[in-house]
Antibody, heavy 123, light 108 residues
Framework: QITLKESGPTLVKPTQTLTLTCTFSGFSLNTGGVGVGWIRQPPGKALEWLATAYWDDDDRYSPSLKTRLTITKDTSKNQVFLTMTNMDPVDTATYYC???????????????WGQGSLVTVSS | EIVLTQSPATLSLSAGERAILSCGASQRVSSNFLAWYQQKPGLAPRLLIYGASNRATGIPERFSGSGSGTDFTLTIRRLEPEDFAVYYCQQYASSPLTFGGGTKVEIK
C-alpha cells in the first residue's frame, strides 16, 4: 500500500525559504524507475508541476522555478525534501507530493498523492 | 513548453447525462502521453486516464478517454452524483510537465 504525506510550515514570511518534507511508504526510491513529484495548487486555481525526484538522482525541475527549487532525499527514511527560496505571497498554495505511476513502464503521471500541505506566504 | 487548454471551463449537467470535456495542446503530444485527473474539493487529484485512453486501476468504465496529437477528450458516459468535480488534463510527453486549467462539472 502506497502512502505519501507532506509536512512543513503552514506560514512563511516573504523572502524566507520553505522546506517541505514528503514521507512515503510502500515503495523505495532505490528501485529503478521510481519518482516522487511535487505539484502545487494555489487556492481556487489549477495544478502546477514543480519538480520530480528520481531514483537515479536525475531530478527535474520546472524551468520557471528552477533557480528557487532544490530536491534532496533521505532514502533510508523514505523522505524527499523540497526547498523553495525567496518565498512570495504568490507562492501561497497547497503543495502535494505524489508517486510516479508504473504500468509495465514508468510514466510521468502521478497515481498516489499525499493529502497536501497548505502553505501561506504572508508577513 | 506544451500549453494545455481545457474547455469548457464549467459544464452544468444533470446526473445521468453524458459529459464531454476537451483538452487542446499547443503542440503535438507525442505517444499520446496525456492523462486526466479528477479532483473533489479539499482532496488530492485522482488519476483517471493515462496514455489518452487507458483507465487507471479501479476507474469505472463510464470514464473514457480519446484523442491524439493536439486534441483530447474525456467522456463520462452517464454522470453519477460522485462525478461532479473538477477535471484536469496533464501532458507528460515533454518537460516541463504541464496541466490544463481544469473543467468543473457541476450539477445543473
Amino acid at each position: 500500500q502506497i502512502t505519501l504525506k507532506e509536512s512543513g510550515p503552514t506560514l512563511v514570511k516573504p523572502t524566507q525559504t520553505l522546506t517541505l518534507t514528503c514521507t512515503f511508504s510502500g515503495f523505495s526510491l532505490n528501485t529503478g524507475g521510481v519518482g516522487v513529484g511535487w505539484i502545487r495548487q494555489p487556492p481556487g486555481k489549477a495544478l502546477e508541476w514543480l519538480a520530480t525526484a528520481y531514483w537515479d538522482d536525475d531530478d527535474r525541475y520546472s524551468p520557471s522555478l528552477k533557480t528557487r527549487l532544490t530536491i534532496t532525499k533521505d532514502t533510508s527514511k523514505n523522505q524527499v525534501f523540497l526547498t523553495m527560496t525567496n518565498m512570495d505571497p504568490v507562492d501561497t498554495a497547497t503543495y502535494y507530493c505524489a508517486h510516479r505511476f508504473v504500468s509495465g513502464a514508468w510514466y510521468n503521471v502521478f497515481d498516489f498523492w499525499g493529502q497536501g500541505s497548505l502553505v501561506t506566504v504572508s508577513s | 513548453e506544451i500549453v494545455l487548454t481545457q474547455s469548457p471551463a464549467t459544464l452544468s449537467l444533470s446526473a445521468g447525462e453524458r459529459a464531454i470535456l476537451s483538452c487542446g495542446a499547443s503542440q503535438r503530444v507525442s505517444s499520446n502521453f496525456l492523462a486526466w485527473y479528477q479532483q473533489k474539493p479539499g482532496l488530492a487529484p485522482r488519476l483517471l486516464i493515462y496514455g489518452a485512453s487507458n483507465r487507471a486501476t479501479g476507474i469505472p468504465e463510464r470514464f473514457s478517454g480519446s484523442g491524439s496529437g493536439t486534441d483530447f477528450t474525456l467522456t463520462i458516459r452517464r454522470l453519477e452524483p460522485e462525478d461532479f468535480a473538477v477535471y484536469y488534463c496533464q501532458q507528460y510527453a515533454s518537460s516541463p510537465l504541464t496541466f490544463g486549467g481544469g473543467t468543473k462539472v457541476e450539477i445543473k
